[in-house]
């Protein structure tokens, strides 16, 4: 069974279509990868995944049950949504890393938190380091670590490498690929990015609202 189904999703602003009846099955352990010309609808299909924004029309069915019928807190938890521009709150990077105990009304390990900046490499002095002080790299790092520090279901990832520097842009990478490989995470990119694009195990392309399979696992 799919860990993820759209049917017949659409989305609709006054007059213009930005979806028309998207279909989607997604299975567990999955890595898509989402491309297609800008306004094309892709930020929008994973912002409806997300259940950032809602479908004008359609049905979305994740692990068996309808969108509609989870929690809303509960249901982001399972299926994160990493955004291109990271926003991180607070004042410290620990800020960040703690909040995912603090919503769960966790006690926060520091031990998880030191071990998961060992993975982004971030050394640990980083946990008291204020958050204005960070590239934008390293900001990605930290909110790619906030999100994943209790593995979500579904990760999915807004265009995360653009405008990182090539070092950054290749410790996202390795991260992303150890949660595919290692912890079986099923990820739904976006990108444009022809380095990703050409490692992509299956790339899907979506253009003036429409859906295609561009290719299939190599």
Same mark, same amino acid.
């Given at each position: 069974?799919?860990?993820?189904?759209?049917?017949?999703? #659409?989305? $609709?602003?006054?007059?213009?279509?930005?979806?028309?009846?998207?279909? /989607?099955?997604? $299975?567990?352990?999955?890595? /898509?990868?989402?491309?297609?010309?800008?306004?094309?609808?892709? #930020?929008?299909?994973?912002?409806?995944?997300?259940? %950032?924004?809602?479908?004008?029309?359609?049905?979305?069915?994740?692990?068996?049950?309808? $969108?509609?019928?989870?929690?809303? *807190?509960?249901?982001?938890? /399972?299926?994160?949504?990493?955004f291109q521009q990271?926003?991180?709150?607070?004042?410290?990077?620990?800020?960040?890393?703690?909040f995912p105990f603090?919503?769960?009304? =966790? !006690? #926060?390990?520091?031990?998880?938190?030191?071990? !998961?900046? *060992?993975?982004?490499?971030?050394?640990? #002095?980083? /946990?008291?380091?204020?958050?204005? =002080?960070?590239?934008?790299?390293?900001?990605?790092?930290?909110?790619?670590?906030?999100?994943?520090?209790?593995?979500?279901?579904i990760l999915l990832?807004?265009?995360? *490498?653009?405008? %990182?520097? !090539?070092?950054?842009?290749?410790?996202?990478? $390795?991260? +992303?690929?150890?949660?595919?490989?290692?912890?079986?995470?099923?990820? +739904?990119?976006?990108?444009?990015?022809?380095?990703?694009?050409?490692?992509? !195990?299956?790339?899907?392309?979506?253009?003036?609202?429409?859906?295609?399979?561009?290719?299939?696992?190599?």
């Open positions: 069974m799919s860990i993820l189904s759209l049917t017949d999703i #659409s989305y $609709q602003v006054e007059q213009r279509q930005i979806l028309n009846k998207v279909n /989607l099955e997604v $299975q567990a352990g999955d890595f /898509l990868t989402l491309t297609g010309p800008s306004g094309g609808g892709k #930020s929008t299909l994973l912002k409806i995944i997300a259940s %950032l924004i809602s479908p004008s029309d359609g049905e979305i069915i994740f692990q068996g049950q309808n $969108q509609r019928d989870y929690e809303i *807190t509960t249901y982001r938890q /399972l299926v994160s949504y990493c990271p926003s991180l709150f607070g004042q410290t990077v620990a800020d960040n890393l703690q603090v919503i769960r009304n =966790e !006690a #926060s390990s520091q031990v998880q938190i030191e071990q !998961a900046l *060992t993975k982004v490499n971030l050394p640990t #002095s980083y /946990l008291n380091k204020n958050i204005t =002080e960070l590239s934008g790299g390293e900001k990605q790092r930290v909110a790619l670590l906030r999100n994943t520090m209790f593995l979500p279901k990832l807004d265009e995360v *490498t653009v405008g %990182l520097d !090539a070092r950054s842009i290749e410790i996202v990478h $390795q991260f +992303i690929k150890q949660l595919w490989q290692e912890a079986g995470l099923t990820i +739904i990119q976006i990108t444009h990015n022809q380095t990703e694009l050409s490692q992509a !195990a299956k790339v899907l392309w979506l253009e003036e609202g429409s859906l295609s399979d561009v290719t299939t696992s190599r």
